[in-house]
């Protein structure tokens, strides 16, 4: 997972001033590109006194419960693990729709197992 801390430029401007340091610095801190003291003083003086935001870049995917006690996940590539909350039955569908496996009763335990095979497909 990729993250990031976004300040103005106003923001930078004091950091660079406050550390004595460039513009390059800064925005290697602010990157995280750059993983000592410095840097890290960089980035909670921007979190802290500058108004910064910590941002992540992941990948995109979703989860959520639909009405009738069924969980949904829909994965990057398409693919989708169905869960029924109330018979315990996990289904995994290709990107495009087909039942790839069935399981009748699906431990909590084996969700991990089964995002990772839908993301694969």
Known sequence: MKKYISVSKEGIRKLMATFKVGDRCVRNALAYRSNNELARKIQFTAVKHYGGCVYSVDKEAECFFDS???????CPNGAEIYLDKQTGEGKI??????????YP???????????QYAAAL
Do not use: A, F, W
């Not at 569908?93 to 069935?102: E, L, T």
């Not at 009763?105 to 995002?115: A, D, F, G, S």
């Open 93 to 102: 569908y290709d990107p495009q729709g087909k039942v790839v496996v069935s």
């Open 68 to 74: 009738d006690s069924c969980m949904r996940y829909v």
């Open 105 to 115: 009763h699906v431990p909590l335990t084996k969700i991990n197992e089964m995002q």
